[in-house]
């Protein structure tokens, strides 16, 4: 009985494993609806560190940018989370600071934008693009003056978003 049993479920499965091909007399033609769906989305790259000894500036870069239609990819500085006063970024040093002046520009061409005339928007990414279509380049300049020796530090903060353009 127990053979019966497994010969006839082996069948079973045997036979739903097949594909079924429905032919139909005297059809001259058939189609098929094929769709792919592309997820937006992106991957943003920022550098973690900059020292600023070795290059007063920081470009941002974009790879795998997919966005919907007449949509951008913003990457904006976070002015609720860095350091600001009167509109210029500080490095600290325990109570020492030195004021930083903040500008935006492109890879491309030596243009350089006070970042609060950007709207504090620092790079620009269209769908397919790896660097961005505006701006994209922070620099980052200490004030002159006499400071106190020692290491100075702050963080930068920002904000990465989709958007339609303008």
Same mark, same amino acid.
């Given at each position: 009985?127990?053979?019966?049993?497994?010969?006839?479920?082996?069948?079973?499965?045997?036979?739903?494993?097949?594909?079924?091909?429905?032919?139909?007399?005297?059809?001259?033609?058939?189609?098929?609806?094929?769709?792919?769906?592309?997820?937006?989305?992106?991957?943003?790259?920022?550098?973690?560190?900059?020292?600023?000894?070795?290059?007063? *500036?920081?470009?941002?870069?974009?790879?795998?940018?997919?966005?919907?239609?007449?949509?951008?990819? *913003?990457?904006?500085?976070?002015?609720?989370?860095?350091?600001?006063?009167?509109?210029?970024?500080?490095?600290?040093?325990?109570?020492?600071?030195?004021?930083?002046?903040?500008?935006?520009?492109?890879?491309?061409?030596?243009?350089?934008?006070? *970042? *609060?005339?950007?709207?504090?928007?620092?790079?620009?990414?269209?769908?397919?693009?790896?660097?961005?279509?505006?701006?994209?380049?922070?620099?980052?300049?200490?004030?002159?003056?006499?400071?106190?020796?020692?290491?100075?530090?702050?963080?930068?903060?920002?904000?990465?978003?989709?958007?339609?353009?303008?």
């Amino acid at each position: 009985m127990k053979k019966l049993l497994c010969t006839l479920l082996s069948i079973v499965v045997l036979v739903s494993c097949m594909t079924a091909h429905v032919l139909a007399a005297n059809e001259t033609e058939a189609s098929t609806s094929v769709q792919y769906t592309v997820e937006s989305g992106y991957t943003v790259s920022i550098p973690a560190t900059l020292s600023l000894n070795n290059t007063g *500036y920081m470009d941002i870069y974009a790879s795998n940018v997919s966005l919907d239609q007449n949509k951008k990819l *913003y990457v904006k500085i976070d002015k609720s989370k860095t350091s600001f006063t009167y509109d210029q970024f500080y490095l600290m040093n325990g109570s020492n600071y030195i004021p930083c002046d903040l500008k935006v520009g492109s890879p491309l061409n030596d243009e350089k934008i006070p *970042y *609060y005339d950007t709207d504090y928007v620092v790079a620009i990414f269209e769908t397919g693009y790896t660097e961005p279509t505006q701006y994209g380049r922070l620099y980052i300049t200490p004030s002159n003056g006499a400071y106190e020796a020692g290491t100075y530090s702050g963080t930068i903060y920002f904000e990465i978003y989709s958007g339609y353009s303008a």
